[in-house]
C-alpha cells in the first residue's frame, strides 16, 4: 500500500551508494542498516580520523555481533564488513546518489554540512537530515538545489524501531520524496510522511511527555516515583531510561526548538540545563544486582 502523501513511486530514483556524514552513535547504526539493507557501499565520514575510525569499528562490530548469533554466515558479514568505509574527504560522495547527515543538532552546523557535500555530489544525489526537530526548509534554503533535501527521521535504537518520520520541505521535489520512500521501504520501515514542523509530530509528543516528567522532579517529586507512575502503562522503557537511550543533550535541544517554536507551551527546566552541562548522560547508574539508583551526583544537581 502506498504511503499516504507519498509521490508515484515511478519517481524514484535508483540508490546505488550511500553517504553518511557523522560517525556518532546514530550514524554508525544508518550505516550499518543501509549497508544491511540496501547491500550497497556506504562511506561514513566526520571532522577527524578517530571519530571515522571508531564509527566504522562500531559497524563492523555489530556485523561480528549478528555472525556470533548466527543471524550472518562468516561470507555474508564479511561482505557487509566491506561495503562498510571511512573517509575524511566529502569527495568519497562524489558517485553517491543518496546522503544522509545525523551530525550535531544546530541548524547552522547542518546547512553547512550539505554546502560541503553538495561541493562534490550530483544535482540528483538526495541529502537527507536525521534531524530530530530542525526545519528541513532552513535547512535547504542556501543550497544550489534544494529540492533535493528531505527529513529522514529515525528511532533509536535503529535497527529496531520500525517507524521512520519523512519530512518534506517548502521545495523539496516529487522525485526527492518518491526516492525517500522507495528508500525507507528497502530499509523495511513503516514510512510516514510529516509536516516540516518543530520536532515534527513523535518528538513533538515526546518532548511534552519526558518535559512533564522532569517537570514533576523540578517540583520535588522524587525521580523515581515520576520515571515508574506510568508503569501501568505497559511502556517499553520507563521515561528516565528512554531519556538515557535518547541522549540527554539531544532531548534539552529538542525541548528548546519547541520552546522557542511555542514558548507558551513548552518550557526548558533550569535543571535540566545544569545535567546536560555537567556531562552527564543518565538520570541512573545501576548497582551490583543490576537495580539502577538514582546517581548522587544528578540528584545533587537538581534545585
Ligand atoms: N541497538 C540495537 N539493537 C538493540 C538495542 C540497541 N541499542 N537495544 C535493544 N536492541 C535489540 C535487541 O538486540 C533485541 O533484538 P533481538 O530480538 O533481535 O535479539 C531487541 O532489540 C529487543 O531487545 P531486548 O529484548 O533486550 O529488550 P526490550 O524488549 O526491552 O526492547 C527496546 C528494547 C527495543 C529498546 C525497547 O525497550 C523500546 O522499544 N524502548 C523504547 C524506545 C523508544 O521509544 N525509542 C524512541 C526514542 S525517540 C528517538 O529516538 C528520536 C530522537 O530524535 C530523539
Given at each position: 500500500r502506498k504511503p499516504a502523501g507519498a509521490p508515484d513511486k515511478s519517481l524514484a530514483r535508483p540508490v546505488t551508494k550511500v553517504g553518511v556524514v557523522g560517525a556518532g552513535l546514530m550514524a554508525s547504526q544508518l550505516a550499518l542498516l543501509f549497508a544491511r539493507q540496501l547491500k550497497v557501499p556506504v562511506v561514513l565520514t566526520d571532522i577527524d580520523q578517530a571519530r571515522v575510525d571508531k564509527g566504522v569499528g562500531y559497524v563492523h562490530g555489530e556485523i561480528d555481533k549478528l555472525a556470533a548469533k548466527k543471524r550472518l554466515s562468516p561470507d555474508a558479514a564479511n561482505r557487509l564488513k566491506a561495503l562498510v568505509t571511512g573517509s575524511?574527504?566529502?569527495?568519497?560522495?562524489?558517485?553517491?546518489?543518496f546522503v544522509i547527515e545525523a551530525v550535531f543538532e544546530e541548524l547552522s552546523v547542518k546547512q553547512q554540512v550539505f554546502a560541503e557535500v553538495e561541493e562534490h555530489v550530483s544535482a540528483e544525489c538526495v541529502l537527507a537530515t536525521n534531524t530530530s526537530s530542525l526545519s528541513i526548509t532552513e535547512m535547504a534554503?542556501?543550497?544550489?538545489?534544494?529540492?533535493r533535501v528531505v527529513g529522514f527521521h529515525f528511532f533509536n535504537p535503529v535497527a529496531v524501531l520500525p517507524l521512520l518520520e519523512i519530512v518534506r520541505g517548502e521545495q523539496t521535489d516529487d522525485a526527492t520524496l518518491a526516492t525517500a520512500f522507495a528508500v525507507g521501504k528497502q530499509l523495511k520501515k513503516s514510512s510516514v510522511l510529516v509536516k516540516?514542523?518543530?520536532?515534527?509530530v513523535v518528538n513533538r509528543l515526546l518532548t511534552r511527555f519526558l518535559g512533564e516528567v522532569i517537570r514533576a522532579v523540578d517540583e520535588g517529586t522524587p525521580f523515581e516515583v515520576a520515571d515508574k507512575a506510568l508503569d501501568p502503562l505497559g511502556l517499553p522503557m520507563s521515561p528516565l531510561i528512554l531519556l538515557q537511550l535518547v541522549g540527554p543533550a539531544v532531548a534539552l535541544h529538542v525541548a528548546e526548538t519547541m520552546h522557542q517554536a511555542f514558548p507558551d507551551r513548552f518550557g526548558v527546566s533550569e535543571n535540566m540545563k545544569r545535567f546536560v552541562a555537567a556531562g552527564k548522560t543518565a538520570v541512573y547508574t545501576w548497582d551490583a544486582t543490576g537495580k539502577p539508583q538514582v546517581d548522587p551526583e544528578v540528584a545533587a544537581l537538581w534545585q
Open positions: 575524511l574527504d566529502k569527495a568519497a560522495f562524489s558517485d553517491a546518489d534554503a542556501k543550497l544550489a538545489h534544494p529540492e516540516d514542523a518543530p520536532a515534527f
